[in-house]
């Protein structure tokens, strides 16, 4: 079953529409993380909340924002995408406090921008 | 600061061969290494961990990995290839170690595995 489910797996957007892209989880993860993932390179960290606690990557762009209402859901808003925001974006989740855990990835999704 | 170099960004070997896949990482703590799998089109799935227990580490599906902190490397191995094992590879670190709530995955740039029949 899956633990870490994105949605749409596949999602075409214009240039400059908003897009919101959202993940949830069955596992009650406190941690969850947004990764980019452009062709051919490794993914990228965005953003990661810890419970409600907000952690943003230096070099995320403003355009990326992200909301998580509750433990299981966490949504990436792309408020004016560019042609080079098209990428897999990935959505993980891990248990802080449990030493060695490992992060439990989406199936993620693929943004296009037309 | 971490950071993980992969050596090989493609590797071809023949179905029945031996797979080596080489990572190296440094990490200002004692790190987790993981390896994670992802085939076209499909999320990360991981393959082992090492956790600071045992240096030689056992996966799924035949996939071994072993850590050597002198020589700060952390290379996934493999005695015999199957044509299901072509996928793109990514040694991963966290650091602090995976679980404290503020740690951080730093990735590889990956190693694309290809099985030649």
């Known amino acids: 079953d899956a633990m870490v489910i994105q949605n749409p797996r596949y999602q075409v957007t214009q240039f400059g529409k908003p897009v919101t892209l959202s993940c949830s989880q069955t596992l009650n993860h406190n941690v969850m993380y947004w990764y980019q993932q452009k062709s051919s390179q490794a993914p990228k960290l965005l953003f990661h909340?810890?419970?409600?606690?907000?952690?943003n990557e230096a070099d995320t762009p403003d355009n990326f924002q992200s909301r998580r209402p509750n433990t299981s859901f966490c949504f990436l808003d792309i408020r004016s995408p560019g042609l080079g925001d098209a990428a897999m974006y990935l959505c993980?989740?891990?248990?802080?406090?449990?030493?060695?855990?490992?992060?439990?990835f989406g199936q993620g999704t693929r943004l296009t921008v037309v | 600061a971490q950071s993980v170099t992969q050596l090989d960004s493609h590797v071809s070997v023949s179905e029945g061969t031996p797979v080596l896949l080489r990572c190296n990482y440094s990490?200002?703590?004692?790190?987790?290494l993981f390896w994670y799998v992802q085939h076209p089109n499909k999320g990360l799935q991981l393959l082992l961990k090492?956790?600071?227990?045992?240096?030689l580490v056992k996966g799924i599906n035949g996939f071994e990995a072993e850590f050597k902190k002198s020589e700060t490397s952390f290379h996934l191995t493999k005695p015999s290839a199957h044509m299901s094992d072509a996928a793109e590879y990514f040694c991963v670190v966290s650091e602090p170690p995976q679980g404290f709530g503020n740690e951080k995955l730093t990735f590889g740039t990956g190693t694309r595995l290809t099985i030649i029949p």
């Open positions: 993980a989740t891990s248990r802080a406090i449990v030493l060695n855990t490992e992060a439990f």
């Open positions: 909340y810890y419970d409600k606690d907000f952690n």
């Open positions: 090492y956790t600071s227990a045992a240096t």
């Open positions: 990490s200002s703590y004692s790190p987790s």
